[in-house]
């Protein structure tokens, strides 16, 4: 029976003997994993602070340009101001240019009569004129220059 538990013993000594090979392997590779995780990681650190200072350039300039085109809004603002302003005196030019239109055509009807009766008469006048100086040209025998 002493032979058996010897034999029991040197079994249980070969299992804990593979059994520790094998956990030492395990944790090898482990190891090896790691490393080139944290081999990985140094990458990515490295890699990570390019990227960081890559977007805090970026992130400046975007802050620039976006000053820069509240500063040109500004200014654009203040030119679509004056070209309101200058839109508003032309409506203003426009409906003065009407009202005075408006009144000479008003006027200009309501004394077309009185135009139409001096055309008339100024017609009058000149024939009248004219006849004067046909009959004063005939009694001196000269004519006269008649420009039609």
């Known amino acids: 029976m ?7 013993a040197i079994v249980a000594a070969i299992a804990f003997l593979i ?3 094998s956990l030492a392997m395990t944790l090898f590779s482990l190891k090896g994993t790691l490393q080139s ?5 140094e990458g990515l650190s490295v890699q990570l602070e390019g990227v960081t200072t890559e977007t805090t350039e970026l992130l400046q300039r975007t802050n620039n340009l976006a000053d820069d085109i509240s500063q040109k809004s500004e200014k654009l603002n ?3 101001e ?3 302003g200058v839109g508003e005196s032309v409506t203003g030019i426009n409906t003065s240019v009407r009202r005075v239109t408006d009144s000479v055509t008003l006027e200009a009807e309501r004394n077309s009569d009185k135009v139409a009766q ?12 004219d006849k004067l100086n046909e009959r004063r040209a005939g009694s001196r025998g000269w004519k006269s220059y008649n420009p039609k």
């Not at 055309?119 to 000149?126: E, F, G, K, R």
């Open 82 to 84: 004056a070209v309101k």
């Open 19 to 21: 059994l520790c090979v």
């Open 37 to 41: 995780v944290s081999e990985t990681m």
């Open 78 to 80: 203040s030119v679509v």
């Open 118 to 129: 001096v055309i008339q008469w100024s017609q009058v006048a000149i024939g009248v004129v």
């Open 2 to 8: 002493e032979v058996l538990l010897y034999i029991a």
